[in-house]
């Protein structure tokens, strides 16, 4: 059963703590996204990675960090120096984006509050 | 301008009727377009692409293109309380190039009333 999955769900950081959040997906998709969404928000777009071993910032990478080791797997983690971290982090995938693969495909999110 | 502007609602529509919902976009280049689906505390579910002028239908949903005027909409037919939920739009914004990233609207907040 192919899709992406987000874990954990649910998540609790105390302040000055970094944390990860995991996003893995075995639909073969090369592209992988990170956004966060605020209540009453659109999506904002953290991080992006095209390819294996790259990646790009987005709108609102400050605080954040990732990395692209598998093509399956594009973890973020929401650092200390992220100073209103507590979101909704949505992780999304595309197909071959070289052949016109617009579409982004979501997993189900972590909710992220900040004691 | 904002890339992408949709109507903010709220939206309220008694059950059976049809729903509109309205999505402007700025880049007249752009080649295709999306519709999210989202649930409260749910992440977006793609429910509709389309890339030409016209029409569109999959069963009650219709997404309607008219780059000319540069909207796209999504009518919703004989809606279901099951439809109340949060619509995005999205274009891409990296036309002519393979980065893949796409804009969001705010999203219009859909309820269909029993």
């Known amino acids: 059963d192919g899709g992406i999955t987000q874990s954990p769900k649910y998540l609790f950081r105390k302040e000055g703590q970094n944390v990860t959040l995991s996003c893995e997906q075995n639909l073969n998709h090369d592209a992988m996204y990170w956004y966060r969404q605020d209540p009453g928000q659109g999506l904002r777009l953290i991080y992006y990675?095209?390819?294996?071993?790259?990646?790009q910032k987005g709108d609102i990478a400050e605080g954040y960090s990732v990395s692209r080791e598998k093509k399956e797997s594009f973890p973020l983690t929401v650092t200390s120096a992220q100073k209103n971290p507590t979101a909704f982090y949505l992780c999304?995938?595309?197909?071959?984006?070289?052949?016109?693969?617009?579409?982004?495909?979501f997993g189900p999110g972590t909710r992220l509050t900040v004691l | 301008q904002k890339e992408v502007e949709q109507n903010s609602g709220p939206l309220s529509v008694p059950e059976g009727a049809i729903a509109s919902l309205n999505c402007t976009y700025s880049d007249r280049g752009s080649q295709s377009f999306f519709w999210y689906r989202q649930y409260s505390g749910k992440s977006p579910e793609l429910i509709m692409s389309?890339?030409?002028?016209g029409d569109k239908e999959d069963g009650r949903f219709t997404a309607q293109l008219n780059k000319a005027s540069q909207y796209v909409s999504l009518l919703i037919r004989d809606s279901q309380p099951s439809d109340s939920a949060t619509y995005l739009c999205a274009v891409p914004r990296d036309r002519g190039s393979t980065l893949g990233r796409l804009y969001f609207g705010r999203g219009t907040q859909l309820t269909v009333w029993p």
């Open positions: 990675s095209q390819i294996v071993n790259d990646f």
């Open positions: 389309i890339y030409s002028n």
């Open positions: 999304a995938s595309s197909i071959d984006i070289t052949g016109g693969g617009d579409e982004q495909f």
